[in-house]
């Protein structure tokens, strides 16, 4: 099938590639849509989630507020989203088992937010890489969901239905000096996060 875009120069196919494997593995009741979503966020971000910094730390309040930390208990601390290991998805209710505070989250979050990150040249690789990566039904699924060449606003997306109810997400996006310093001053986090350390 070919790309739905030219390839940009430098592109790291092989690592979007990566990413995509990882994630449909991991989640395997995940759809395009939620591999579209895995696309956005390792280009963009969090940006689509900060409407502002007191917005942002209340919506993350309320959300876990109403969090059962007992549901998923076999749910990895965080997932790498980006093939250079520069953005994590951290993942709330193990944080939150952990013992790991709120309003540290909740900076964590708010300051990677702040970094401007990738564009649309960074997307137009990850979109070469993914559909080119992973199967063609998937991959049809997928053009189906990406702006054409000609649009200059990359849209985020909810997550699939299936993927909502297999796996109830509830993270927050952090760049990985973020999370090392999460994970250097919360020793029991450290202790419980997954395999898949951030690079340095």
């Not at 993350?60 to 990895?76: C, K, M, P, Q, Y």
């Not at 699939?160 to 973020?178: F, G, L, T």
């Not at 919360?186 to 898949?196: I, L, M, Y």
Request: proline share 8%; with cysteine; net charge negative.
């Amino acid at each position: 099938m070919p790309p739905p875009y030219p390839q940009p120069p430098a592109c790291d196919t092989q690592g979007w590639g990566r990413i995509a494997e990882q994630h449909i593995s991991k989640y395997p009741s995940s759809t395009a849509r939620d591999t579209y979503k895995v696309l956005h966020q390792g280009v963009f971000g969090a940006e689509h989630a900060m409407p502002g910094a007191d917005i942002a730390l209340g919506w993350l309040r309320a959300e876990a507020d109403g969090l059962s930390i007992d549901s998923f208990t076999d749910e990895e601390l965080y997932d790498l989203i980006s093939p250079d290991g520069s953005l994590f998805r951290l993942n709330l209710r193990p944080w939150f088992r952990a013992g790991g505070d709120l309003e540290v989250f909740g900076r964590a979050f708010i300051g990677t937010g702040r970094i401007p990150r990738g564009d649309d040249a960074d997307f137009r690789c990850a979109a070469v890489a993914i559909v080119t990566e992973i199967g063609p039904t998937r991959a049809e699924e997928l053009l189906a969901l990406l702006p054409v060449s000609s649009e200059r606003v990359v849209p985020a997306i909810r997550y699939s239905a299936a993927y909502e109810q297999a796996y109830s997400p509830k993270y927050r996006i952090v760049d990985r000096e973020h999370l090392q310093s999460l994970l250097e001053s919360r020793p029991g986090v450290t202790a419980r996060r997954t395999s898949q350390r951030p690079a340095s």
